[in-house]
């Protein structure tokens, strides 16, 4: 299994180089330049020049890719930020933190009542119970995170006025002692996990829901009841086991569709995560922070996609065992 | 669905009832009696859109960089609200030579920078060598041309030398906030761009950085070093990043944050009702502001200037062989396009009454504005069909679209994309010309494709955006004919005439002779039309109630942030929590 792990990483290098060097061909490609945010009336040719030669903006496109790909594999240097100039490793460091910390809780929200209601309901298949949870869980599916989170905001922030709708803690949060700031993060926490976890426990509902309802009726489910093994067990133990599969491939998906999600949410509810970063970088076109972004997204997407093959191998016996495996 | 249908009603409810002009009672600063007894202490939440990019003054584009380097630094001296004056700041006084050619500068003796070293005319002189280094490409630049040489005297006194004499030379000697020469020193000017500093800055100003964390909050302190005694008055002043504008407005109505500037002017009638009413703490405040709108016209082909280019010719071959575009080329095509514009109801439409007519080129928050230079293109339909006709535009085949040698009257409006307002009056341009039979498609555009490449390259029909205004009028960079490869200068206008009063009116002797210039500036502009000027528009910010003394004038808000303060049984939770 571990040629496999190591043959299954190989393979992803070309495919992560290939997607970073058409994502620098993209962002670089698209008409416009960055050079023009710097534009003044009285502004000279020579320092109009000066301001490009500044973000090396002067340089063909090929030395500009070779040279930024040259700083990131032997220095780890993704450059310095266009419109601030920080650091853009910095920059993405301390944005990480708040989109991890998001991404965690939606996706611990989304397991929890994905699962516990996909459960629920295909015990009570085609009950009333069961159609108004699933077509609740398709309202929350098909709605946009943004209109979502104002919904939130409008609801439980202003009208309610139960809880806060923005940022990560409240202007004094210093002043409170450890369990008041505990308090005040959990506070700033719940709509922003709320509205990025919904859309995601949705799908996790639907596959849970779905997966249930077919193990159930399965034969090998028929046959354990025939052997008078009991409800529970065949419950936790076979069906669940089985429904719980695909779930680990839907990780593999989920986790890019946290990140992307958590752009939004972290615009609506003014969170200092990557995907706010990013958002900032797209319309100031800070290149260098849009790649650092970029090739950070592909390394978490190859990522997740590497582990969750290898999860699915430890546990689906059927592919480990196969001759293709890894 | 109910809920949607509930805010639709709400929106259209609110565009009916928003249409009255309330501007005219919140134009004028509220401040407090003299006599008052002001008491020190409070905090200020400031709640901004964007993240500055930096709080270098040599670095700062942005409106909330900008604020905030207000507080921070300082400068040698302010400009008054008759934009005439100055008020002494880093200088205490000044004297200009008896030959007009020098100013000399007598510095405080007793302003420490924030880190406690002192401030010295080195300091003075090292940011102007700043502010003209190419490498470290400061935009007001442009301010220095006329400055030959800054030299210390000693230390408290400092001279500038000038090439010519012209009337801004106090205002450009002033220009620019002061620097730290003992920090940046060290500091080579290419990775100036880059420093620390840019975000641990250390000035003179009433108010010091305390802390900044990446796009949540930047907070300032009260600087107990400030040169004027017993100021500033607030303990502290909290910028909140909050980049969605419902969440923005929000906190503003549930009291989070304290002041908000540029609100929508939707949103602002919302304020302002609310004020009128007794139902809210918070005062609304406008004013006439900095920015003005208008539809740029190409005049030039864009083909033939492409041909031009590509085929090497000299600017001046270019400039003078052009051909004239085919629509825009004629002045009473312009003229024409101007008077089937109803400019007032689309004023009224997108700004809810929060702006005022703009007829022609001076902005009128300046000294030199004088709407009778202005010539004034009402709204006049019938006319305009006349002076296209006269073009030779007709619908000659009955299809509702004028002609002319079988050519229709077809043209693209770009804008910004993202900008609602630009896009409504795109939208409203573009009904308002169908009725005269001019069919228009309204195309909105990447800031950066529509700024960086079309408008340079003169690659388009017309265009509607803004320009922001300083406070000094020059026009050269979008009309003089020296400037007409830059990329402000995007019509493709040109004239001897206009050159020729440009020139006269930054080098007359005094403010008279001056206005003479400007005032034909204004009213040859206002014939050619190169843009038809749509309308000036009003700022509209909100701030609690709770803070006295606000000034705020043509010259924005931060005229006097020293000098807010709260009184004692005004104040709420944030203003003690932090005392603790």
Known sequence: MLNGIIRRILSAIPTLLVGITLCFLIIHLAPGNPATRFLN????????EIIRERFGLNQSLPIQYFHWLKQVLFHFDFGYSFYNGKD????????LGPTIILSFWALVFALSVGISLGIFTALRADTHVDRVINSTMMIFLSTPAFWLGLMFIGLFTIHLNWLPGSHLHSLYYDQLDSFGQLLDSVRHLILPVFTLGLPLAATVFKYIRAGMIDALQSDYTLAARARGIRQSTILWKYSLKNSLLPLVSLLGVIIPALLSGAVIVEVVFALPGVGRAMVTAVFGRDYPILMAGASLAFFIVILFNIVADIFYRILDPRIRNSAGGL | MILQICLLCLNIFSLFSCQKNHHGQFEHSDLYPKNQQIQDGGTLVIGIRAEPESINPLFALSQSSRNIIRLVFSRLADINEDLKGFTPRLAKSWEISTDNSQITFHLRTNVHWQDGTPFTSKDVVFTYQMHINPVVAWDGMAYKQNISSVEAFNDSTVVFSFYENHRSMLSDAVEGYILPAHILQNISPQNLFTSDFNRHPIGTGPFQLNSWIDMQTITLLKNKRFYESGKPHLDQIIFRIIPDNFN????????EVDLVESIYPKDFQAIIQNWNHGHSDIRPISYLGRRYDFIGWNMIDPESYRNSIDRGESQDAIKYNIQPNRLFGSQKVRAALTMALDREAIMNTVNFGMAVPMNGPVSPILPSYNEAANIVWEYNPQKALKFLAEQGWTDSDGDNILDKNGIPFKFEILTESGNLLWEQVATIVQAQLADIGIQVTPRFLEPALLYGKLLPAKDFDAVIIGWSVGLTPDFSPLFHSSTFYTPFHFTGYYSREYDRLDELAKTAANDDMAQKYYDKIAQLLSNDLPYTWLYYRMECSAVHGR???????????YNNP??????????????KVFKK
């Open chain 1, 41 to 48: 009336p009285s502004q000279t040719a020579a320092t109009q």
């Open chain 1, 88 to 95: 853009c490793t910095e920059v993405l460091i301390s944005a």
């Open chain 2, 248 to 255: 923005l407005l929000n906190q503003l109505k549930a009291g």
């Open chain 2, 547 to 557: 803070f006295k003394d606000i000034i705020y004038d043509r010259r924005g808000l």
């Open chain 2, 562 to 575: 020293e000098d807010w303060w709260i009184p004692l049984d005004e104040r709420q939770y944030i203003d």
